[in-house]
Protein backbone atom coordinates (compact mmCIF):
# COMPACT_ATOMS: atom_id res chain seq x y z
CA UNK A 1 0.00 0.00 0.00
CA UNK A 2 1.26 3.41 -0.81
CA UNK A 3 0.35 6.83 1.10
CA UNK A 4 0.84 10.01 -0.18
CA UNK A 5 -0.15 13.40 -0.45
CA UNK A 6 -3.15 14.38 -2.71
CA UNK A 7 -2.15 15.21 -6.30
CA UNK A 8 -4.32 17.24 -8.26
CA UNK A 9 -4.76 14.53 -10.98
CA UNK A 10 -6.46 11.96 -8.07
CA UNK A 11 -9.26 13.85 -7.73
CA UNK A 12 -11.35 12.29 -10.17
CA UNK A 13 -10.45 8.69 -9.19
CA UNK A 14 -11.14 10.10 -5.75
CA UNK A 15 -14.23 10.93 -6.49
CA UNK A 16 -14.99 7.70 -8.45
CA UNK A 17 -14.11 5.40 -5.55
CA UNK A 18 -14.42 7.89 -2.31
CA UNK A 19 -16.96 10.07 -3.32
CA UNK A 20 -18.10 13.43 -1.42
CA UNK A 21 -21.31 12.88 0.64
CA UNK A 22 -24.18 14.94 -0.90
CA UNK A 23 -22.59 18.43 -2.58
CA UNK A 24 -19.90 18.56 -0.36
CA UNK A 25 -16.72 18.18 -2.91
CA UNK A 26 -14.92 17.24 0.11
CA UNK A 27 -12.17 15.87 -1.81
CA UNK A 28 -11.40 19.25 -3.62
CA UNK A 29 -11.89 21.69 -0.61
CA UNK A 30 -9.57 19.21 1.12
CA UNK A 31 -6.80 19.38 -2.03
CA UNK A 32 -7.60 22.90 -1.86
CA UNK A 33 -6.49 23.24 1.86
CA UNK A 34 -3.63 21.45 0.97
CA UNK A 35 -2.75 23.91 -1.69
CA UNK A 36 -2.86 26.52 0.70
CA UNK A 37 -0.29 25.24 2.94
CA UNK A 38 -3.17 24.54 5.69
CA UNK A 39 -3.15 20.64 5.76
CA UNK A 40 -1.23 17.47 3.82
CA UNK A 41 -4.44 15.35 2.33
CA UNK A 42 -2.82 11.98 2.53
CA UNK A 43 -4.15 9.16 0.64
CA UNK A 44 -3.89 5.66 0.60
CA UNK A 45 -3.60 3.37 -2.82
CA UNK A 46 -4.40 -0.13 -3.44
CA UNK A 47 -2.62 -0.36 -6.19
CA UNK A 48 -4.50 2.23 -8.79
CA UNK A 49 -7.39 2.53 -6.23
CA UNK A 50 -7.63 5.14 -3.40
CA UNK A 51 -9.27 3.14 0.00
CA UNK A 52 -8.53 5.41 2.11
CA UNK A 53 -7.59 8.84 3.61
CA UNK A 54 -7.00 11.54 6.38
CA UNK A 55 -5.73 14.99 6.71
CA UNK A 56 -3.07 16.59 9.13
CA UNK A 57 -4.41 20.06 9.90
CA UNK A 58 -0.73 22.01 10.76
CA UNK A 59 -2.75 24.64 12.52
CA UNK A 60 -4.78 22.24 14.94
CA UNK A 61 -8.07 21.46 16.00
CA UNK A 62 -10.96 23.92 14.97
CA UNK A 63 -12.54 23.60 18.21
CA UNK A 64 -11.06 27.13 20.13
CA UNK A 65 -11.30 25.36 23.35
CA UNK A 66 -9.14 22.71 21.98
CA UNK A 67 -6.92 24.56 20.14
CA UNK A 68 -6.50 26.92 23.53
CA UNK A 69 -5.21 23.88 25.41
CA UNK A 70 -2.94 22.69 22.78
CA UNK A 71 -1.64 25.13 20.23
CA UNK A 72 0.65 24.70 17.76
CA UNK A 73 -0.06 21.13 17.83
CA UNK A 74 -1.60 19.77 14.69
CA UNK A 75 -4.29 17.07 14.05
CA UNK A 76 -5.35 14.07 12.17
CA UNK A 77 -8.50 14.61 10.91
CA UNK A 78 -11.13 12.52 9.26
CA UNK A 79 -9.64 9.29 8.81
CA UNK A 80 -11.78 7.22 6.42
CA UNK A 81 -11.33 3.76 4.80
CA UNK A 82 -13.69 2.81 1.77
CA UNK A 83 -15.65 0.89 1.07
CA UNK A 84 -16.28 -0.50 4.64
CA UNK A 85 -15.30 -4.17 3.47
CA UNK A 86 -11.80 -2.85 3.65
CA UNK A 87 -11.86 -1.64 6.98
CA UNK A 88 -10.46 -3.84 9.86
CA UNK A 89 -7.55 -4.39 7.64
CA UNK A 90 -4.89 -2.04 8.71
CA UNK A 91 -5.91 0.74 6.12
CA UNK A 92 -6.25 2.81 8.73
CA UNK A 93 -3.56 1.98 10.58
CA UNK A 94 -0.91 2.75 8.27
CA UNK A 95 -2.59 6.30 7.47
CA UNK A 96 -1.99 7.00 11.00
CA UNK A 97 1.69 5.81 11.06
CA UNK A 98 2.29 7.44 7.56
CA UNK A 99 0.83 10.83 9.58
CA UNK A 100 3.21 10.49 12.49
CA UNK A 101 6.11 9.99 10.72
CA UNK A 102 5.49 13.24 8.65
CA UNK A 103 5.03 15.09 11.41
CA UNK A 104 8.28 13.46 12.98
CA UNK A 105 10.03 14.70 9.38
CA UNK A 106 8.85 18.31 10.05
CA UNK A 107 10.07 18.19 13.61
CA UNK A 108 6.83 17.80 15.71
CA UNK A 109 6.75 15.81 18.88
CA UNK A 110 3.24 15.46 19.13
CA UNK A 111 0.11 14.94 17.38
CA UNK A 112 -3.96 14.86 18.57
CA UNK A 113 -7.38 13.84 16.78
CA UNK A 114 -10.87 13.98 17.91
CA UNK A 115 -13.06 10.89 18.58
CA UNK A 116 -16.89 11.02 19.18
CA UNK A 117 -17.79 10.17 21.91
CA UNK A 118 -20.25 7.30 19.95
CA UNK A 119 -17.37 5.74 18.02
CA UNK A 120 -15.78 3.25 20.58
CA UNK A 121 -14.23 0.85 17.51
CA UNK A 122 -12.25 4.29 16.55
CA UNK A 123 -11.24 5.19 20.20
CA UNK A 124 -10.26 1.66 21.04
CA UNK A 125 -7.64 1.90 17.92
CA UNK A 126 -6.40 5.49 18.94
CA UNK A 127 -5.28 4.28 22.30
CA UNK A 128 -4.17 0.89 21.20
CA UNK A 129 -1.67 2.98 18.82
CA UNK A 130 -0.83 5.13 21.97
CA UNK A 131 -2.76 7.93 21.43
CA UNK A 132 -3.88 9.16 25.38
CA UNK A 133 -6.68 10.72 26.80
CA UNK A 134 -6.70 14.44 27.36
CA UNK A 135 -9.61 14.44 29.54
CA UNK A 136 -10.48 17.66 27.02
CA UNK A 137 -14.11 17.12 25.52
CA UNK A 138 -15.93 19.67 22.96
CA UNK A 139 -18.30 20.00 20.25
CA UNK A 140 -17.64 18.35 17.10
CA UNK A 141 -19.14 21.24 14.76
CA UNK A 142 -19.71 20.86 11.04
CA UNK A 143 -21.94 21.04 8.30
CA UNK A 144 -22.83 18.96 5.08
CA UNK A 145 -25.03 19.58 2.12
CA UNK A 146 -27.04 16.69 0.95
CA UNK A 147 -28.04 15.13 -2.11
CA UNK A 148 -31.67 18.14 -2.01
CA UNK A 149 -28.97 20.54 -1.55
CA UNK A 150 -30.07 20.95 2.16
CA UNK A 151 -27.32 22.38 4.47
CA UNK A 152 -27.43 20.65 7.96
CA UNK A 153 -25.84 21.82 10.82
CA UNK A 154 -24.02 18.64 13.00
CA UNK A 155 -22.34 18.91 16.57
CA UNK A 156 -21.33 15.55 17.72
CA UNK A 157 -19.73 15.30 21.01
CA UNK A 158 -16.08 14.31 21.26
CA UNK A 159 -12.81 14.32 22.50
CA UNK A 160 -9.40 15.12 22.13
CA UNK A 161 -6.65 12.41 22.33
CA UNK A 162 -2.84 13.26 22.07
CA UNK A 163 0.39 10.88 21.29
CA UNK A 164 3.87 12.54 21.62
CA UNK A 165 6.31 11.44 18.65
CA UNK A 166 9.51 10.26 19.47
CA UNK A 167 12.34 12.73 17.75
CA UNK A 168 12.84 11.43 14.18
CA UNK A 169 16.28 9.52 13.96
CA UNK A 170 19.06 11.42 11.48
CA UNK A 171 19.19 10.39 8.67
CA UNK A 172 21.86 7.34 8.03
CA UNK A 173 21.88 6.55 11.87
CA UNK A 174 20.20 3.23 13.14
CA UNK A 175 17.47 4.28 15.78
CA UNK A 176 18.11 3.54 19.27
CA UNK A 177 17.12 0.66 20.49
Known sequence: MDIRPCRETDLELLETHMPSPGQTHRNAMRFDRQQEGLTTFLIAWSGEIPVGTAQILWQGCAAPEINQCFPACPELNGLGVWPPERRSHGI????????????????????????????????????????????????????????????????????????????????GTAPAE
Not at 100 to 111: F, P, S, V
Open 92 to 171: GTAIIHAAEAHLQRRGYRRIGLGVDDANHRAAALYLRLGYQETGCHYLDRYHYIDDHRTRHEVADPARFLIKQLPAAPIR
